[in-house]
């Protein structure tokens, strides 16, 4: 029997570039940005446009509850391979692309519906807002529609090498030839809907499936996938 398997399990990470050098802007700035969304231990990926103090920077973002996985090899580069911690190639990020309308809906995190006599009262601690992308037009190559704080509703198709990434569910009422990433940040419960199915990669909560892997009965055709109980994708074929 063989000592090694390497399984069908993808981790989500995040890049985050750096344009300061200054830990104390940086310690302010994310903890905002982690304060919005459900990023606890999410890897990290690290890039930076001025030098920096990598170690202290890897210890900044491990005390705020990130993992760093690597950097992108250029300033920092050298000061990565000094410390033997990981170096990434640099490459050409996809345009991150604005959505057509948001629609934003507070909730309340881990709680029942209130009754309809409640919906007045001030909003509490564990009230967050929950975001719904909607894009009208075919996503193109070589762009991303990214929603961190819910669902993307694409009422057209996407290219191959094209993405499309919600820590919630995705909905695409089109042709999907691209990455399409749900649940990112760890969410289960995520659904993936498409018209056709023809992706290159979907992944909910970081479980993955790759073209060559997807079910042939599913192929180009309306599907639901979502996460079963033993947290492996499962494509249903839809009749509409």
Known sequence: ?????????????????????????????L??????????GT????????EQELIALIQLLVSLGLQPMGVIDGILGDEARAIQFPVLPADQPLQR??????????VEKAAPAQASTETKKPLNNNAVAHITSYHDEILRTGQSLVQDQGDIILKAGMNSG???????????????RGRVIAGAGGHAA?????????AELVSIAGTYCVADDIPKHVVKK???IYLNEKQELEFEALEL
Do not use: W
Request: with cysteine.
């Open 43 to 50: 890897v990290v990926i690290i890039d930076s446009t001025v």
């Open 190 to 198: 995520a659904r993936i809907f498409c018209q056709s199915l023809e």
């Open 222 to 224: 309306p599907v639901h």
């Open 97 to 106: 692309i604005k959505a057509t309308a948001e629609q934003v809906a507070i």
């Open 162 to 176: 094209s993405e499309v990434i919600a820590s919630g569910n995705i909905h695409i009422y089109g042709t999907v």
């Open 31 to 40: 903890s905002n940005i982690l304060n919005e969304g459900s990023y606890q």
């Open 1 to 29: 029997m063989a000592d090694i398997r390497i399984t069908g399990r993808m981790v989500n990470f995040s890049r985050i570039t750096f344009d300061t050098n200054d830990h104390d802007v940086i310690r302010q700035q």
